[in-house]
């Protein structure tokens, strides 16, 4: 039901303070070009929630109907107008999509060939790197995908099928690892990653 465009919107807000942003903040975050953008892709993510939930979209006395509702609270405040995710779609989100945010991308890039292909022949294979509590490489999901994809569940280095799968997929647990580290200004590419068991992979960083 959602897309690789609704996965960042909610896991945006699901890591928010009160899961609440204005839509310059969404905007400045995610790369939208601008606000309307944002509140075009509001629109079909409410439709297709307000489908799911059974919600009625706002009437104006014009007629015109307000889909956003179906998906945030919303309230003035100093710093502009606040969408909050609404508490039944959060509880829904963090239920059904119990998996890492990062691994929910590499999951819809399995699922997606096509389009995985024709995002990575545009993708830039210089990570981008965001602030948290520490550092961090903003990985290239496809990547994963297709390293994984490419192993068909057994390690690249010593060939032993995967030792178990996913709980939350039963996709064969590998862990793509980076040839050369992308701290040590490693590409995040396909050339440059590879498929290993979790021995392989201890033994890659600490053998």
């Not at 609270?73 to 059904?96: C, H, M, P």
Request: proline share 6%.
């Amino acid at each position: 039901m959602l897309d690789s465009e609704d996965h960042d919107l909610l896991s945006y807000y699901m890591h928010q303070p009160d899961q609440s942003a204005t839509a310059t903040q969404v905007m400045d975050e995610l790369g939208y070009p601008s606000v309307g953008a944002i509140n075009l892709h509001v629109v079909r993510l409410a439709k297709k929630l307000a489908n799911f939930f059974c919600y009625e979209p706002d009437t104006r006395a014009n007629g015109q109907l307000r889909w956003w509702p179906c998906l945030f609270d919303g309230q003035e405040e100093a710093e502009g107008f606040v969408w909050s995710l609404k508490n039944d779609i959060q509880t829904w989100y963090r239920d059904a999509y119990a998996l890492d945010p990062f691994y929910i991308k590499v999951h819809l890039a399995l699922q997606e060939p096509a389009q995985r292909e024709q995002r990575l022949a545009q993708a830039s294979k210089i990570p981008v790197k965001r602030r948290v509590t520490s550092w961090e490489f903003a990985r290239n999901p496809d990547v994963v995908a297709v390293v994984l994809s490419q192993a068909n569940g057994y390690c690249q280095a010593c060939g032993a099928k995967a030792p178990f799968a996913r709980k939350s997929d039963g996709t064969p647990y590998l862990e793509v690892h980076h040839r050369v580290p992308l701290a040590a200004g490693g590409e995040d590419s396909v050339e440059n990653a590879i498929a290993l068991c979790p021995n392989c992979h201890r033994e890659a960083h600490y053998g």
